[in-house]
């Protein structure tokens, strides 16, 4: 089976802003395309995982992949994130970006299993997928 790093896109990839409708509405958070790269090249599957509208709409199309969920990782920057990713055994990641600073207390008091507290995406993958992956190749 194929591991992957599940990313909710907004807050993670990019800074979150109440609708994208067009690429050039898009900003960046510093280094998270960087850290896309990083995952590819560790061998990662890359999901982007989103509850947008379009999604809902039929705007974006999803697909099937045949995946390893307790060897994938999960990150984002709400505590309905992390829960998604605890609930599915994998590991877990909170970033620091977007809601991460007001939404870790939640992820505490409702004992959430963080596995690595980061700053970034960068942070993730660089300093915490990538070594892990290492351990275990």
Known sequence: MTRAIFIDRDGKINIDKD???????VEFIQNS?????????????VVVISNQSGVARGLVTTGQVDLDL??????????????????????TSLVMTGYGKTDCQRCIDDRIKIDYLAESLYD??????????????
């Open 19 to 25: 609708r994208l409708t067009g690429s050039d509405q």
């Open 33 to 45: 395309p960087e850290a896309i790269s990083s995952a590819n090249n560790l061998g990662l599957k």
């Open 70 to 91: 307790s060897s994938s990782f999960v990150v984002g920057d709400k505590w309905s994130n992390v829960k998604y990713g605890d609930n599915a055994a994998a590991i």
């Open 124 to 137: 993730f993958v660089t300093n915490f997928v990538k070594k892990k992956i290492e351990k275990n190749n």
